[in-house]
């Protein structure tokens, strides 16, 4: 029996006790415990697969639809700090009801979330979805997915003058950029759009989002009508031509390693050169400044686009265009404050913000951007209103989060619970939750002083819908393009509750917190309105037009003369 352990270092001996027979006894009993535990667990992963599979593809039972049906509408009354605000509760209770009514007959899950979010959307918040459940895979088969590659994911659509049509492509499928997508897997896209439709909420009353985002999510859409899907057969028309045109997964190009170019570099008997210290100095600091320069900008190494990016556009180039694609990603303070830094030094004039596209994101880089956009005080969102205490607690232990998340959360409930009260307040019988925010801040030093442009449409959400209506409430800018998806008055959003629906799966995402800016607008339930509204068209993008940016500098030009 070993009861010592001998550890050598250089010259010296350290003799370490360590363990004496039952310890090890123990220690094999631990191991094996272990051993069966992790089994166990495997087993269970491998069990509760095939049970969630065998749940989401049957066809349930009346009985369990109508008990799904309830269960929504119960954690939308619980949570839902503004639930009746576009729909009366009798007209949202009629709905729910038919709906039972109307399911008389099994269903599976995905055609159950098809017909319960035709009635969910009646809530009139963007933020309020329902989405169906799919297949889950084991360890192994989601390793034997991983090594392929979808190449349909490489094209972005766009909607217009009812043509569904490529507006960016990657890669291989660059040349069919502007292509015109004529079917899909032979069924026509209008009708295809016109089925996403009914099933896509937006904020009040608004439809331009509606639209918008079925053209730029179509594939997602698709995805969620018919399932996951591994091939996909796209018939196009490209200027005269139509050709068909074949997607599937396919097993990604191996990455060769610095390893495999030495061995080609020793076929071509040519030595790799040897790199000098400061060679190496100099990559390293290239390297580095890429990441920070990518991080700043929020590059997105799926699209390969920044996030936020300035640039000078104009017969002389001094007009400042600021594209944001949204408000999620990226160092954004490092940015705003290189950029404002920049326009003050070049005396610039004319600053145009494009939000087209952007469906928000962080309430702080916002705040951040508002802060260089004006010369006064100002507090960017009201307090939320909220129907619980501790919001944050109650997202946190939603059904649909994991065993592992709950636990943590539940040993940190404590810190949770008090930082939660301290958000929250009640007045006349509302309850409030107060974020960053919401607090009085001061303008940047560097705010901007000239003319303000900001550019929206139909996909300006969320975020960026906040942020234009304080522009447009503060008589900030002119608005040039379509009215926003996201409302004037407010959205309710901010942290969601992700439930799962007990039969079906189906997953409900309620947002739990109604956030809004102190300007409002009647009548309540659309967007921000453009002061000059510009529709794109189809032979805008074939002409590499862009309508509402031409009418902008056209717009400089003339008040310059």
């Not at 020793?266 to 060679?279: A, G, H, R, W, Y």
């Amino acid at each position: 029996m070993l009861n010592s352990l001998r550890l050598y270092k250089k010259d010296t001996i350290f003799n370490l006790s360590i363990l004496n027979t039952t310890e090890v006894n123990s220690a094999k009993h631990m191991k094996k415990f272990l051993l069966l535990f992790s089994l166990a667990l495997v087993l269970s992963s491998c069990g509760s697969i095939e049970t969630y599979n065998e749940a989401v593809t049957k066809m349930h039972p009346v009985e369990d639809l109508h008990e799904d049906v309830d269960a929504v509408y119960k954690q939308l009354k619980r949570l839902h700090p503004r639930l009746y605000q576009f729909t009366p509760k009798e007209t949202l209770d009629f709905k729910f009801d038919s709906l039972k009514t109307a399911i008389n007959e099994p269903m599976t899950s995905r055609a159950f979330h098809k017909e319960l979010a035709k009635v969910t959307k009646f809530v009139g918040q963007g933020h309020m979805s329902v989405s169906p459940p799919s297949t889950r895979f084991d360890r192994k088969e989601r390793k034997a997915r991983l090594k392929l590659k979808f190449d349909i994911n490489n094209l972005e659509t766009e909607y217009l003058d009812d043509k569904l049509f490529i507006s960016r492509a990657r890669g291989n499928d660059s040349l069919l950029l502007h292509a015109e997508i004529l079917e899909v897997d032979g069924k026509n896209p209008q009708d295809l759009i016109q089925k996403f439709k009914k099933t896509i909420a937006s904020d009040g009353y608004n439809t331009t989002f509606h639209q918008r985002v079925a053209g730029k999510r179509f594939f997602g859409y698709y995805n969620q009508d018919i399932g996951r899907y591994d091939s996909i057969t796209l018939k196009l028309k490209n200027e005269d031509s139509t050709f068909i045109k074949k997607y599937k997964r396919i097993p990604k190009a191996k990455k060769k390693t610095e390893k495999d170019s030495v061995k080609l570099d020793s076929l071509k008997k040519i030595k790799p050169k040897k790199l000098t210290k400061v060679e190496k100095k100099a990559k390293k600091l290239k390297a580095k400044k890429q990441r920070k320069d990518r991080q700043k900008y929020g590059y997105n190494y799926t699209t390969k686009l920044n996030n936020r990016n300035l640039s000078f556009v104009g017969k002389d180039s001094t007009v400042a265009l600021l594209k944001i694609r949204g408000f999620s990603s990226g160092k954004y303070k490092d940015f705003y404050e290189e950029t404002f830094a920049t326009l003050d030094s070049l005396g610039t004039k004319d600053l145009v913000i494009d939000l087209r596209d952007n469906f928000g994101g962080r309430l702080n880089e916002i705040m951040t951007l508002y802060s260089y956009l004006t010369d006064k005080n100002f507090t960017l969102i009201n307090k939320s209103e909220v129907n619980s205490r501790i919001p944050i607690l109650k997202m946190a232990m939603s059904n649909s989060n994991s065993i592992a998340t709950k636990a943590v959360y539940g040993l940190l409930s404590p810190v949770v619970i008090v930082h939660n009260l301290l958000h929250t307040s009640k007045k006349d019988g509302q309850l409030y939750y107060k974020f960053k925010a919401g607090k009085e801040r001061e303008a940047n030093p560097l705010n901007f002083k000239g003319n303000i442009y900001v550019l929206i449409n139909g996909n300006s959400f969320s975020a960026s819908s906040i942020l234009s209506t304080q522009l447009q409430g503060s008589n900030r800018s002119t608005f040039v393009g379509e009215e926003t998806g996201g409302a004037y008055n407010g959205t309710v959003a901010g942290f969601y509750k992700i439930y799962e629906l007990p039969n079906t799966k189906v997953r409900a995402r309620i947002g739990l917190m109604h956030i809004d800016s102190k300007y409002k607008t009647e009548p309540d339930g659309y967007g921000v309105k453009p002061d000059i509204e510009i529709i794109p068209t189809y032979q805008d993008r074939l002409n590499n037009i862009d309508p509402e940016l031409e009418w902008v500098l056209k717009d400089i030009e003339s008040r310059k003369q």
